[in-house]
């Protein structure tokens, strides 16, 4: 679902906000980006670009900010992708090569998750 999101966000400069949720919980949780590096990427992008809400949608993401989402809430891309597109259409539209064997995750949920929570008890219990 990220890699779908992406493309369709690269090719149209849209991206449904479900898909920004998990997109933005992937590079901020999963892969460990600072939420600002996403939400300057996005403003770039967006043909529906607005200041105030691609901030606070991105810091709601990364669990910063006064109204996020706790940090140890992080999205599963498979279950997202399970829940909101069960029979893959929308995945299927955007990554034409799903079906060929497309590749495995880029990083295994349960320890990307784990490391997130971690990292960010570290940045809170000082």
């Known amino acids: 679902m990220v890699d779908a ?16 949720m998990v997109v933005a919980s992937f590079l901020c949780k999963h892969l460990l980006i600072n939420w600002q590096w996403g939400e300057a990427y996005f403003a ?7 200041l105030a809400s691609n ?17 140890f809430r992080v999205f599963n891309p498979e279950i997202q992708q399970k829940k909101f597109d069960e029979k893959g259409i929308y ?20 320890f990307a998750r784990d490391r997130a929570i971690e990292t960010y008890k570290k940045g809170i219990i000082k």
């Open 91 to 110: 995945i299927r539209k955007w990554i034409p090569e799903f079906d060929l064997g497309y590749n495995e995750p880029m990083v295994d949920h349960a």
């Open 5 to 20: 999101g992406m493309r369709q966000l690269n090719e149209t400069g849209y991206m449904h906000n479900r898909v920004r």
């Open 55 to 71: 901030v606070g949608n991105w810091q709601w993401a990364a669990g910063t900010g006064c109204d996020a989402a706790p940090y």
């Open 44 to 50: 770039e992008k967006l043909l529906d670009f607005e």
